[in-house]
């Protein structure tokens, strides 16, 4: 009888033979922590460490994620690890059978949907099918992410613009899905707009110049000038991120919304003609000073001139040389002009004074208020 060979004999003995790099079947009979263990057919069970079962680093525990009678597919890394086991590996054999769905997903520019599974200095890795793809940070977002851990552990969706495994390089693009989900957004808002309609936003993003608004996946722009009927200094002393605010679309142009907060019905000079006719005495703070004068501030959005010579009956180089910013003062309105949003003061006016001959004062005054009318009062808007 010939010599049967070693193979031979393990079959005739019901047992297979492997071989490196052999995918085999086995039944999970024991699970621990850190490993696996499976029955294969062969002379001596198979190993699978938690490093080769997968590249999650979450997976911390491999009793919670497979049990014992499961069956499972491996790839056979070593047929002796020098102590008669056979050390297998389900995450190869499952980067191998995704690589093909990746490179067809590359092709077609499918969308992908997988779980952040570590945070990299210079971008996200994600594991699809114990597949890494790295998201380079400039390509996770829109706009500037500053911390990037608010990432980790969260699934996100992006396309692969960059595919070659046999230079372990394949690249995720997230940026490209949110602006084409924003163009989107943006043409079916602008085919439901119209000039004039009022809506309900959330502060996006503030600046010196602005704030843009969320509408509902596109963004409109609250331009400085177009927050308050009054003077703004600065948009962040008035809004933050998150904020809700109501707006009304002020312009349209082509994928661009203007919007603003300056409501008609609110506007304080509808009834500024009645409240501010001359003659009338009101009271209002310094809001700023120039050489020739000081701006009153006599409700939000109208401002008053109190020209320099008609602060006082003595006489005034300068405003500041007198008041102060934020002070309260009391003048008499000489001049009002509706048409250029302009109210002129006098505090000089309310003061008693040594009298004068007639024909003098009636010069003065006559003089003063149109001083004054004609100093450059900027409206509502340059205020």
Excluded: C
């Excluded at 008609?310 to 934020?326: A, E, M, T, W, Y």
Aim: glycine residues 6%; hydrophobic residues 40%; aromatic residues 6%.
């Amino acid at each position: 009888m010939s010599e049967m060979s070693f193979e031979q004999l393990l079959e005739e003995q019901g047992l297979k033979t492997i071989r490196n790099g052999e995918i085999v079947e086995g039944t999970i009979i024991d699970v621990k922590k850190d490993e696996i263990i499976l029955n294969i057919g062969y002379k001596s069970d198979g190993i699978i460490t938690r490093n080769e079962y997968t590249n999650d680093p979450s997976v911390n525990d491999l009793t919670q994620v497979v049990n014992v009678g499961d069956t499972m597919d491996a790839k056979v890394v070593k047929v002796n690890d020098g102590e008669g086991q056979v050390i297998l590996s389900y995450k190869r054999l499952a980067q191998e059978r995704n690589s093909q769905l990746l490179e067809e997903a590359f092709e077609k520019q499918e969308v992908l949907t997988a779980k952040v599974t570590k945070v990299l200095d210079g971008g996200l890795s994600v594991t699809v099918d114990e597949t890494r793809v790295f998201i380079p940070a400039s390509l996770v977002s829109d706009t500037f992410v500053k911390d990037l851990h608010e990432y980790d552990g969260k699934e996100i969706s992006f396309i692969i613009t960059e595919f070659n495994p046999r230079r372990r390089r394949i690249i995720g693009d997230r940026r490209a899905l949110i602006v084409k989900e924003k163009e989107e957004k943006l043409k079916e808002l602008l085919e439901s707009l119209n000039i004039g309609d009022v809506i309900e936003g959330k502060v996006k993003n503030v600046t010196t110049f602005g704030a843009f608004v969320d509408l509902g996946g596109a963004d409109g722009l609250l331009h400085i000038s177009e927050m308050s009927w009054g003077r703004v200094d600065s948009p962040k002393k008035l809004f933050k991120t998150g904020d809700e605010v109501r707006v009304f679309v002020k312009d349209i142009k082509e994928n661009k919304i203007a919007l603003s907060m300056k409501f008609p019905d609110e506007n304080p000079w509808n009834d500024a003609a009645e409240k501010f006719a001359p003659g009338t005495i009101v009271t209002g703070k310094v809001a700023r000073m120039t050489d020739f004068g000081a701006f009153i501030a006599l409700a939000p959005g109208v401002d008053a001139l109190l020209h320099v010579s008609q602060i006082s009956r003595d006489h005034v180089d300068k405003p500041s040389d007198v008041l102060s910013v934020g002070q309260e003062v009391t003048a008499k309105i000489v001049d009002f002009n509706e048409e250029n949003h302009k109210i002129s003061l006098s505090m000089k006016a309310l003061q008693n004074s040594a009298p004068k001959k007639p024909v003098e004062d009636a010069a003065e005054a006559d003089s003063a208020a149109e001083e004054a009318s004609e100093e450059s009062v900027p409206s509502e808007d340059e205020a």
